[in-house]
C-alpha cells in the first residue's frame, strides 16, 4: 500500500437498518481515515463507532450503480447481521470505524480493516480514469468544485474511451458523467441529461435504469 494515498471502495454499512452503499475513499496513512460530508445520505447510517465492509470491486461499473443506487438493491443482504454478501464481486474489507471529528461541512473517521476476500482481476487504466471521473462529480453533487474541473473530466472521458477501445457500456457512461458534472459546473448551459437527468441514452445501468440518486457522496 501507498502511504498517504487514496484507496478507493464501495462502502455497506453493516445494520438492519441500513442497505445503502456509497463510494468512499480510505486514506492509507498511519491510520487509515475516511471523511464523510454532512449532506451525504450515507452519514444517517453511521454513528460513533460501528462496522463497514468495503467492495474493491472487479468491475468499475459497480461504483456507477453505487452513486444510482442501484447496487444495494441487487446484493443479498443477511438479516442476522445486516452486512451485504459481496462474494464474487471484488476484494471485501471489513471496516471496524471510530468517529475522529466533527467539523465545517464533513465528519472523519479512523478505520481498522480487515481482509475479508482478497482482490480478483488485475487492475485497468480505464478502472482509474472512471472512478476518477465519479470522485468529480460526487465532490461537485456536494458543491465542491473549481473551474479545472471540467477539463480534467474531459480528458478522463477520453481516457475511458480509448482505454475500453470504444466499448458501448462504458463510453455511454462516461458520457452521462461529464453531462451532469457540466450542468452543475455550468447550470446556464442548459440541462444535458446525465446520470439523474435521464437525457442521455445509455447511461446503462443494467437492473438499475431509474434508480434514485439524489444522495450520493
Avoid at 72 to 93: F, H, I, M, Q, T
Avoid at 100 to 106: I, K, P, R, V, W
Avoid at 129 to 150: D, H, N, Q
Wanted: net charge negative; with cysteine; aromatic share 10%.
Amino acid at each position: 500500500m501507498i502511504k498517504g494515498a487514496y484507496y478507493e471502495f464501495i462502502a455497506f454499512p453493516c445494520s438492519v437498518n441500513g442497505r445503502y452503499s456509497m463510494p468512499l475513499g480510505v486514506v492509507f496513512d498511519e491510520k487509515k481515515q475516511f471523511t464523510v460530508y454532512k449532506d451525504a445520505g450515507f452519514l444517517r447510517f453511521l454513528g460513533k463507532e460501528g462496522v463497514l465492509l468495503l467492495l474493491s470491486p472487479s468491475d468499475p461499473l459497480l461504483f456507477v450503480k453505487s452513486v444510482a443506487h442501484a447496487l444495494e438493491l441487487e446484493v443479498r443482504w443477511d438479516e442476522a447481521s445486516g452486512c451485504p454478501e459481496l462474494k464474487g464481486l471484488g476484494g471485501v474489507y471489513r471496516c471496524h470505524y471510530h468517529q475522529l471529528s466533527d467539523g465545517g461541512n464533513s465528519v472523519a473517521y479512523s478505520c481498522s480493516l480487515e481482509e475479508v476476500e482478497p482482490p480478483q482481476v488485475p487492475y485497468t487504466r480505464a478502472y482509474g480514469c472512471l472512478v476518477e471521473l465519479l470522485v468529480l462529480l460526487t465532490k461537485a453533487r456536494a458543491g465542491v468544485y473549481e473551474g479545472w474541473y471540467l477539463e480534467y473530466a474531459r480528458g478522463l472521458k477520453w481516457c475511458v474511451e480509448h482505454s475500453t477501445r470504444g466499448s458501448p457500456e462504458y463510453v455511454n457512461t462516461a458520457n452521462a458523467i461529464l453531462q451532469e458534472l457540466e450542468s452543475i459546473v455550468n447550470p446556464g448551459a442548459g440541462g444535458r441529461g446525465g446520470l439523474q437527468g435521464g437525457g442521455t441514452e445509455g447511461a446503462r445501468l443494467p437492473r438499475g435504469q431509474g434508480a434514485h440518486v439524489s444522495d450520493a457522496l
